[in-house]
């Protein structure tokens, strides 16, 4: 396993919609045992392959509390099959814009079909936080992010200040 860069918004790999995974190969594993790796030491609950620069349909995550054994998860070419009419609203981040954070509000239960590492399908729903982290994900491999969701000042600002942290970073 090994770390990867995240990628910071802008970025031009982040608005891109990802292409469908074939087969799930040694390389599509070890695509997800790095991207949990990463996901732990940003650290995250949820990672979309697109953020690291593979555009590939592909995240992983693990909603499950700090205190409690991992309980990690590798969702391959996801789609939500059925959606709540009930909504619930979170406040969400992401790796790709740190430390800003905002109330998204989103079908408070899914119902998504999806590859696991082994291949085989499955179709499972997930409620609370878990829906929300499934929902933003699916939206990172449909080139969208959460700021997506608010008033184009709102990203207009946040995209400055994503813009000014990387300039500050590439001068350290």
Not at 12 to 22: F, H, N, Q, S
Not at 88 to 100: A, K, M, V, W
Request: net charge negative; proline share 5%.
């Amino acid at each position: 396993m090994s770390l990867r860069n995240i990628l910071i918004h802008p970025d031009p790999r982040l608005k891109k919609r990802c292409a469908e995974i074939d087969s799930v190969d040694a390389e599509i594993r070890k695509l997800a045992d790095d991207m949990l790796e990463t996901m732990y030491d940003a650290p995250g609950i949820g990672l979309a392959a697109p953020q690291i620069g593979v555009l590939k349909r592909l995240f992983v995550m693990d909603v499950s509390a700090k205190e409690e054994t991992g309980a990690p998860m590798v969702l391959i070419n996801p789609e939500i099959t059925w959606a709540s009419d009930a909504m619930n609203t979170y406040e969400e981040g992401c790796l790709s814009i740190p430390e800003i954070f905002d109330e998204i509000t989103r079908p408070a239960q899914v119902r998504m079909r999806y590859l696991d590492i082994d291949g085989k399908t499955h179709e499972d729903e997930f409620d609370g936080l878990a829906a929300t982290c499934v929902q933003h994900e699916l939206d990172h491999l449909n080139g969208r992010l959460f700021i997506d969701f608010l008033s184009m000042a709102r990203r207009g600002l946040i995209t400055g200040k994503m813009k000014k942290l990387k300039r500050d970073r590439a001068r350290d």
